[in-house]
Structures are given as structure tokens and as C-alpha cells.
């Protein structure tokens, strides 16, 4: 039987970038291409429901180690639960000279390592390090692995983006830059500076008016939908829900801007989403998205939690047509030349290529 590689993650029903970044390799075939076997580690649901699901992940892994069927274990990885979960599961491949990936997609994951003393630091770091290779999605997170442990093999690998055959999925450009949405996709939560976003919100109405902020997904909800009752924002503020598959489609081609005010990020695929939709970006200096926007060229950054900045850069792009055509059209190209999906995954597919010729050099 041909060995396989086993890529361990979430399960498909969990909400969150990991999720979407393998759905997109599924859907690209890259499973079948690179012989992947999946096995989710994780649910959403109870706490019985975890433990049942990271047994059952075990003893899949271990099975298949032990009939000799894994050429590489290929684990994506979050902070808290998630690290110690995969961490265990690469150890247990290791002990059987299997090659490991960690592929590191927390964009907090520096103040998960030091932030629990010096053994769970020293931990973070021996697996860093004993992985055959560290995947992380940025420069700024490869300076910080570099840093952090530096035996590490680090190397740098953008999530993958479906990019639509034209900007705006189908629609017309003109009615996208004049649809007056601007769009929120992810966790409603502090950190991912949702409620940033409502206070910005707040002073915006009072300079521009008929224009409509969408927002998309799940978490605090309940405090957010309170929080647009108290600033008086209920006649121009549209809660969603999770938002996935096709209409979160319709709502990228539909969007005149993109924001995302988080406090810290690895590479949000909402973002380059986004990008790959022509819709133009407002989006924080954090983790990696430095590396994924060009400041006032692909779109616009602003410091997290600078609620003037903030608002101003919705004045900026809602009252001008060419400013939002221009970042989003050059975002777009952006994606196409360094994000694509098919340019990710060829890179994806010679980077375990060379694991798997490394490994067997190292048997011979």
C-alpha cells in the first residue's frame, strides 16, 4: 500500500481560518494529489465530545504509524488546546522516524509560548525545533520562530486564496465600488477588534451617510448586537451570522470596502479574500499583514485600537470611487502574483517532496 501523509486539523464544522484553509486544499485537489489521509483532531462541540474526538484522532494516528503507512505527519496548529493536542500527535511520529510539520497559524501564539513560564516555553520550543520543518505564514512570524527557537527549519508559506475570474466574482465593477457595504467576516470578539470597529462606525455615520456595515460571523454576538442598540447604529449596522460557501461569495462581490481591525493575526484568509474580490482593505498593522498589504498602495493600515484612524480611513474610501477602485484593483493583482492557490500549493507540494527526499537520505 503507498504511504500517505497524514494532515492533522480541525473538522470541516469548526468556524475559522484553519477550517477554510483546508477546504481550500481539499477543493484544489491537493489531497489526492499529494496522497493526503485527514484526520480531524478537534470539534466545536462539548467537552466530552473533544475528548472523544482527540481518542478516536490518536488511535487513527497510531494505527497508521504502526502499519507503516504515514510518510510525513502534517499538523496545523493554533494556540492553547490546539498545541497541545498536535504537539503530542507529532511526538508519537517522531518516536516512529517520521518526518513532522508544524504549521503554526496563530496570529497569538508568541504571547501563548512565554505567557505560561518557563516549562511551557521550553516545550513550545523543543517542538518547534524537533519538527522537520515549521511552516509559518509571514516574515514577522519567521523572525519570531527564528528568535524563539533558533534550531528551527522555518519556512515561509502565504495561505492559498481561490481568486474569482474577474473582480467581483461575476459582478460589475461599477455596482461593486457604488454598493455602500462595507464588510466584516470573522470572530465578533475584542481582540478581533469588532468592537472597534462599531465605536469607528459611530463617528463615520456622523460624516457620511447612506452607506451600510455588514458584519459576518459568530462569538460575542449578543454584546455586539447591545453594543449597536447603545451607540444608535441599528439603521445601518446588518448582523449576518456565520457567514460560508456561496454567500460568503456574494457578499465579497458585493462589498465596496473590506475591514478587519484585529489586535494580532497570522495571515487572515479573510483578508485575501478580500483582496482577491478587487474589494479595497482597512486593516490593522498586526502579525502578518504588513507583509500581505502594501500601506496606501493595496490598501490601508492603521494601529489597532486607534479609533480615529480608524473611522478616517472609512471617510477616505467611502468618499472616493478612484481611491477604492485603485487599492482593490492592485490588491487583486497582488493576490493573483503571490497568493494564488495554485502557486501556494506547487510550493506545498516541493516543500514534502524535499522533506521526503531528506528523510530518505537520512535512512540510507
Not at 472523544?52 to 510525513?72: D, N
Not at 470572530?187 to 465605536?199: C, I, M, Q
Not at 477616505?316 to 482593490?328: I, K
Amino acid at each position: 500500500m503507498a504511504k500517505t501523509v497524514l494532515m492533522l486539523g480541525t473538522s470541516p464544522s469548526v468556524k475559522g481560518g484553519i477550517t477554510a484553509v483546508v477546504a481550500t486544499l481539499r477543493g484544489a485537489g491537493f489531497f489526492d494529489r499529494a496522497r493526503v489521509r485527514y484526520i480531524d483532531t478537534h470539534v466545536e462541540t462539548g467537552g466530552l465530545d473533544k475528548i472523544l474526538q482527540f481518542g478516536r484522532a490518536l488511535m487513527r494516528t497510531l494505527g497508521a504509524l504502526l502499519r507503516g503507512q504515514v510518510t510525513l505527519v502534517h499538523a496545523h496548529v493554533s494556540s492553547g488546546a490546539s498545541f497541545w493536542r498536535k504537539s503530542m500527535l507529532l511526538a508519537i511520529a517522531r518516536t516512529f522516524r517520521v518526518p513532522t510539520i508544524f504549521h503554526l497559524h496563530s496570529g497569538a501564539f508568541d504571547s501563548f509560548a512565554s505567557r505560561g513560564g518557563s516549562l511551557r516555553a521550553a516545550v513550545v520550543r523543543y517542538t518547534l525545533e524537533r519538527s522537520s520543518v515549521v511552516i509559518v505564514l509571514s516574515n514577522r512570524w519567521s523572525e519570531w520562530v527564528h528568535t524563539f527557537a533558533p534550531a528551527a527549519n522555518v519556512r515561509v508559506l502565504p495561505n492559498p486564496v481561490n481568486v474569482p475570474h474577474r473582480a467581483g466574482g461575476g459582478s460589475e465593477p461599477d455596482k461593486k465600488t457604488s454598493s455602500k457595504r462595507v464588510l466584516y467576516l470573522g470572530l465578533v470578539s475584542e481582540a478581533k477588534g469588532t468592537f472597534d470597529l462599531l465605536r469607528a462606525w459611530q463617528h463615520f455615520s456622523q460624516d457620511v451617510s447612506g452607506w451600510r456595515l455588514v458584519i459576518g460571523g459568530y462569538g460575542e454576538t449578543d454584546r455586539m448586537i447591545s453594543e449597536v442598540q447603545r451607540l444608535g447604529l441599528a439603521d445601518s449596522v446588518d448582523f449576518l451570522g456565520w457567514v460560508a460557501g456561496s454567500d460568503k461569495e456574494r457578499e465579497l462581490a458585493h462589498a465596496s470596502i473590506f475591514v478587519l481591525p484585529s489586535y494580532n493575526e497570522g495571515m487572515p484568509v479573510s483578508i485575501l479574500e478580500a483582496m482577491a474580490y478587487g474589494t479595497p482593505v482597512i486593516a490593522t498593522a498586526v502579525g502578518g499583514i504588513p507583509d500581505m498589504i502594501r500601506p496606501e498602495a493595496d490598501g490601508i493600515l492603521v494601529p489597532p485600537g486607534d479609533i480615529p484612524k480608524l473611522a478616517g480611513a472609512l471617510v477616505r474610501l467611502a468618499t472616493s470611487r478612484e481611491l477604492r477602485h485603485r487599492l482593490g484593483s492592485s490588491g487583486r493583482e497582488l493576490v493573483i502574483d503571490r497568493y494564488s492557490t495554485e502557486k501556494i500549493l506547487d510550493r506545498l507540494a516541493s516543500l514534502y517532496a524535499e522533506i521526503d527526499k531528506n528523510s530518505a537520505q537520512r535512512r540510507s
